[in-house]
Nanobody, 133 residues
Framework: EVKLTESGGGSVQAGGSLRLTCIASGFDFEASDPGWYRQIRENECELVSMVNRDGTTYYADSVKGRFTISRDNDKATVYLQMNSLGPDETAVYYC???????????????????????????WGQGTLVTDSS
């Protein structure tokens, strides 16, 4: 069974940090491309960051210099270290996986819909990050 298990969300004050963790199972993680999306605005599922199988990373402009994605192939885990979080970054953060022949990362519409459409191979249930300021 293919599964993504996210953790690490929570309530944090503006300027604080959180580390999200996503543990993958049921497929060859080392040969996959994991990433993170979030939904802040209605009908917009934003690609926050991804790291492909050769280690190349992508970051949305809004998080460059603050967020760091990393992967541990031995543990089949991807992390998202988020620093200097802003109050406007309250969102559900979704771990995603592309382990097939190449998925479509250009997601349109809300993340809740994208999870059931053929953009990428697997989506986690999401972990909530909120502002406690």
């Amino acid at each position: 069974e293919v599964k993504l298990t996210e953790s690490g969300g929570g309530s944090v004050q503006a300027g604080g940090s959180l580390r999200l963790t996503c543990i993958a199972s049921g497929f060859d993680f080392e040969a996959s491309d994991p990433g993170w999306y979030r939904q802040i605005r209605e009908n917009e599922c934003e690609l926050v960051s991804m790291v492909n199988r050769d280690g190349t990373t992508y970051y949305a402009d809004s998080v460059k210099g603050r967020f760091t994605i990393s992967r541990d192939n031995d543990k089949a885990t991807v992390y998202l270290q988020m620093n200097s979080l802003g109050p406007d970054e309250t969102a559900v953060y979704y771990c995603v996986e592309d382990y097939g022949v190449g998925g479509n990362w250009n997601v349109k519409g809300p993340c809740s819909d994208a999870r059931t459409q053929n953009y990428l191979d697997e989506w986690g249930q999401g972990t909530l990050v909120t502002d406690s300021s």
